[in-house]
């Protein structure tokens, strides 16, 4: 029987790539995590004034927790150890959404962590439920 990639696997891989081509659009440098238990990238802003021009690279890192889907309404779920995992950083966090339209072509929607989002998961925690659900419109395109 030969081994096989289920469509959340298929997902999750085409996400990272759109996520991975989106910071590099937008003057991100994406670096993967290897071993990744709730950031999936560490990214550093590229500060270069433009395309083809030499710019410093940012001390900073930002982690980056990324969901993919491909459903119509483009809605990703968190759990509760993944909302523990974005509170619990040390360091600037973030939530991306990447909302697939087939194999070759996406949306890259984000949110930082700041104090609403912080206490938005907080009261996630706080509550009996088992998971929490984000779509685009609970985000903000990756071009802002």
């Not at 289920?6 to 910071?23: K, M, P, T, Y």
């Not at 993944?82 to 072509?105: I, M, R, W, Y």
Request: charged share 25%.
């Amino acid at each position: 029987m030969p081994k096989k990639r289920n469509a959340a696997q298929r997902i999750g891989a085409i996400g990272e790539d759109r996520f991975r081509l989106s910071c590099q659009e937008n003057f991100i440098i994406p670096n993967k995590v290897e071993h990744d238990f709730g950031f999936d990238f560490l990214c550093q802003p590229d500060l270069a004034a433009g395309f083809g021009r030499t710019g410093p690279v940012s001390g900073v890192f930002v982690g980056f927790s990324v969901r993919a889907t491909d459903r119509d309404d483009g809605r990703i779920r968190l759990n509760q150890a993944d909302a523990e995992c974005l509170l619990a950083a040390q360091f600037p966090t973030g939530l991306a959404l990447v909302k697939l339209n087939g194999p070759k072509s996406a949306a890259v929607y984000f949110r930082m962590m700041d104090a609403a989002f912080i206490v938005e998961l907080s009261q996630f925690l706080a509550s009996a439920k088992k998971s929490k659900h984000f779509t685009p419109k609970d985000m903000r395109p990756v071009a802002e």
